[in-house]
């Protein structure tokens, strides 16, 4: 199975999923059995039943999220969750800091970043998307007229490239890969489209060459013959940080809430892995993402690239950093982050000591 995160899908990258504190009722869908891959961990439920809403728009970044409710382990915990919209990432941040929102799922943009250098108290604290080696869900595609032009990065040279954003996680994918063709943002011509569905169009017309595009588009786009899947985003950034799970100073402090809930992420993150990596128990999983994403047809599963989800939570750390300073040096960002205190990793490390470290399911 291949790998592919959906962030926002036709709305672009720039979409948040967030994870507010709240109440919900369980849902009727049955409890499916959870693969070997969840682990054991000795963690008694909470006392009193803790409810938590997320607010999620259908992302497939939210994959442990999903799981995570249909297999049961939010209620292991005695945790309660539903899934809510919300608004935009402006009123996002602040309801974050506030602990008026608990957790958050934030894509890497200069505004987000900008948000916290601002004085927004947010915490980034486990992984919530990235490339997979050899099979990446943000990529480039090129035109069908171009198949026989473009067959090498350098090749780009002279080319209308389509890109969505300049300072955001697209920006920083494309000029990654203009470094690593040892071109210049001069030798190519780029051409803003912010919409990841009109790229489609434009690269089957001819008004553009290539695109920095998305699954489940990148699939949708070479069944239609719109274009061709061109290289590897991990050929020139092997350790893209996409997205990240955000949480709250007051989620954080709450230990006995947050442990659990971090425990049970990850469990339904494993089961993922197991799924989409290992072929074990994929239908059930792809079931659950059809009810849960904007993608429903089962069948295109099998041809996106999804996300890459850490089963144990890890972050490229260094890769975040990476891309605040290319903000920043892009004049995008106004004031100083304090990563030491702005990435925590300490609630994903607390719970793969209870859960051991991820061992696939094939393995075992």
């Known amino acids: 199975m291949k790998q592919w995160l959906k962030v926002g899908w036709l709305a672009g990258v720039l979409s948040i999923a967030v994870v507010l504190g709240g109440c919900t009722e369980k849902e009727s869908t049955p409890v499916v059995k959870p693969s070997e891959s969840a682990g054991t961990d000795q963690l008694a439920p909470l006392e009193k039943r803790t409810k938590v809403v997320i607010a999620e728009d259908g992302a ?12 049961g382990y939010f209620d292991e915990y ?54 997979m080696p050899g099979e990446s869900y943000f990529s480039f595609v090129i035109g069908n007229h171009m198949k026989d032009v473009i067959k090498d990065y350098p090749d780009f040279k002279g080319k209308k490239i389509g890109v969505s954003s300049r300072n955001s996680i697209d920006g920083y994918i494309y000029e990654e890969m203009l470094k690593h063709a040892g071109l210049t943002e001069d030798d190519v011509e780029y051409v803003h489209i912010a919409d990841f569905g009109a790229m489609l169009g434009a690269i089957d017309s001819g008004t553009i060459d290539a695109a920095l595009n998305i699954e489940p588009l990148i699939a949708q786009g070479i069944d239609k013959g719109f ?16 997205a990240m799970v955000l949480a709250s100073p007051q989620f954080m402090e709450d230990k006995e809430l947050s442990i659990r809930f971090m425990a049970a992420y990850l469990k339904g993150v494993r089961d993922y892995n197991d799924a989409f990596f290992e072929d074990v128990d994929e239908d059930s999983i792809i079931d659950i993402m059809v009810k849960h994403t904007a993608l429903k047809d089962a069948a295109l599963w099998d041809k996106v690239f999804v996300t890459g989800l850490d089963p144990d939570g890890k972050m490229f750390v260094e890769d975040i950093k990476k891309q605040y300073d290319m903000y920043k040096a892009n004049g995008a960002i106004i004031g100083d982050i304090d990563f030491d205190k702005a990435i925590d990793t300490s609630l994903t490390e607390e719970a793969v000591e209870l859960l051991g470290e991820y061992e696939a399911a094939t393995k075992k």
């Open 60 to 71: 497939a970044s939210g994959a442990g999220f999903y799981i995570a409710k249909e297999r």
């Open 78 to 131: 005695n945790i309660d969750v539903e899934f809510t919209d919300f608004a935009n990432s402006d009123d996002m941040l602040p309801a974050l800091a506030a602990g008026e929102v608990s957790i958050a799922g934030g894509v890497s943009t200069a505004s987000f970043f900008n948000a916290i250098a601002q004085g927004i108290d947010v915490r980034i604290i486990a992984d919530k998307g990235h490339n």
């Open 227 to 242: 274009h061709l899947r061109f290289g590897d985003a991990t050929d020139y950034a092997p350790e893209s940080q996409i």
